[in-house]
């Protein structure tokens, strides 16, 4: 719910409507860890905040949001947002530009995640 009402707000009131929603799809993963919709909304109140920061954050926020979807389609392996949550993020790996002050090793790692183009699209397939 709070991530739909920071989708319909001013962009500068968005950011918290997406704190909100992580701190309570935290607080659900914390009390029933075996629920997948916990984990599927950390991931996108994750990614959402993603957009709102750079630098390490950003790279961090990235490695939760795959973590989360990945542990949502472990509970529930047909979970179609999850699918959909997976193809967005290979989609921002693809097109992921490194900012010229962040150190080579950022950079090592973050290349070593990356995967195909077509990696992308097979996921949102799954996701329909």
Request: net charge positive; aromatic share 10%; glycine share 6%.
């Amino acid at each position: 719910m709070y991530i739909d009402l920071g989708e319909e707000t001013e962009a500068e009131e968005r950011s918290q409507y997406y704190y909100t929603a992580e701190k309570w799809s935290r607080k659900t993963v914390s009390v029933c860890p075996d629920e997948p919709n916990g984990h599927f909304f950390v991931a996108v109140a994750s990614g959402k905040l993603a957009l709102y920061e750079g630098g390490k954050r950003k790279v961090n926020r990235s490695k939760e949001v795959k973590a989360e979807a990945d542990k949502t389609l472990e509970l529930e392996p047909n979970h179609h947002g999850a699918y959909h949550v997976l193809g967005r993020w290979h989609r921002e790996i693809a097109s992921f530009k490194l900012d010229p002050q962040s150190s080579g090793k950022t950079h090592l790692r973050w290349c070593a995640t990356r995967r195909h183009p077509q990696s992308c699209d097979r996921k949102f397939q799954k996701s329909d």
